[in-house]
């Protein structure tokens, strides 16, 4: 009974360091965090992977070959700058929405997939002003709920 007594306190203190290190940010099935992402003027909201990291901001959505309608994939990267985009093995069309350290809209453009073997190949979506966010989504989502230079998004815990 007392080794039941100890094996039971240790499987609910497991359980519960289990639990906190779970609360706060849930995880994608590849292990990015995943949030939830809103804009203030409009009735659209997505759940968004955040790409934060060097090897998560490089690879990006490549190889995937569906993004579910109100998901997308929130690249934070570190400081407000010009964001240079492409499409290499990227097999999905998406849309670039570029915000800045505010998470402002500054400009959205639409990516199609590079069919090139080779990355050289591939055509640059560069943002149009430094930005510290770039937000993709599956191409015409924006269009679609209105988003638009100007617009703020917010995420959301």
């Known amino acids: 009974m007392g080794f039941m007594t100890e094996h039971g306190i240790f499987l609910a203190v497991f359980g ?7 609360i706060g940010t849930a995880q994608s099935g590849t292990g990015m965090a995943v949030r939830h992402l809103s804009f203030d003027s ?6 968004v992977e955040i790409a934060d990291t060097p090897q998560e901001i490089d690879t990006g959505l490549m190889g995937r070959t569906h993004l579910d309608e109100n998901s997308g994939m929130l690249f934070d ?7 240079h985009f492409y499409m290499y093995r990227t097999l ?4 670039a929405v570029f915000l800045d350290g505010d998470m402002k809209v500054v400009d959205i453009q639409t990516m199609t997939p590079c069919k090139s073997e080779n990355a050289k190949d591939c055509p640059w979506y560069n943002s149009r002003a430094p930005v510290r966010f770039v937000l993709e989504v599956n191409a015409g989502w924006a269009e679609k ?6 617009d ?3 995420l959301n815990d």
Not at 77 to 83: D, I, K
Request: net charge negative.
């Open 77 to 83: 990267l570190g400081s407000v700058q010009t964001a």
């Open 92 to 95: 999905i069309p998406l849309d």
């Open 145 to 150: 709920e209105g988003i638009a230079a100007g």
């Open 16 to 22: 519960l360091l289990l639990t906190m290190a779970c």
């Open 152 to 154: 703020t998004a917010r």
């Open 42 to 47: 409009h009735n659209a909201a997505l759940a």
